[in-house]
């Protein structure tokens, strides 16, 4: 199941009691919040979720698989998610989670 912003919006409305506007508006204000810390190069910490941060990743050597050639991969960055012990400990103590999807992923 994939959950959207649309979702999210629907949730807020529904739980908090904001309406669909409202909903709408404040999810699509913490992505961009998320986004601009991001793209500042700062660290976010969402206490019992997890930490986003940006990793800076060197040139490396990379091949070709079809022809064998020796490319090299430009230096990038990337977002990196760390799940936090209480997101961690919720995901595997979940009734839903079952080995073979973990296999599976």
Known sequence: MTITKADLA?????????????AKEVVEAFFKELSDCL???E????????VFSMR???ERP????????????????VVTFHASGCLKSA????PNLSLKA????
């Open 56 to 58: 800076n990743k060197p």
């Open 10 to 22: 629907e949730h807020l409305s529904n739980e908090i009691g904001f309406n669909n506007r409202e």
């Open 102 to 105: 973990v296999k599976a992923a």
């Open 39 to 41: 793209e500042r190069g």
């Open 91 to 94: 995901v595997e103590s979940s």
């Open 62 to 77: 990379g091949r070709n698989p079809k022809t064998g050639e020796e490319i090299p991969i430009t230096a990038r960055r």
């Open 43 to 50: 660290e976010i910490k969402l206490a019992g979720f997890g």
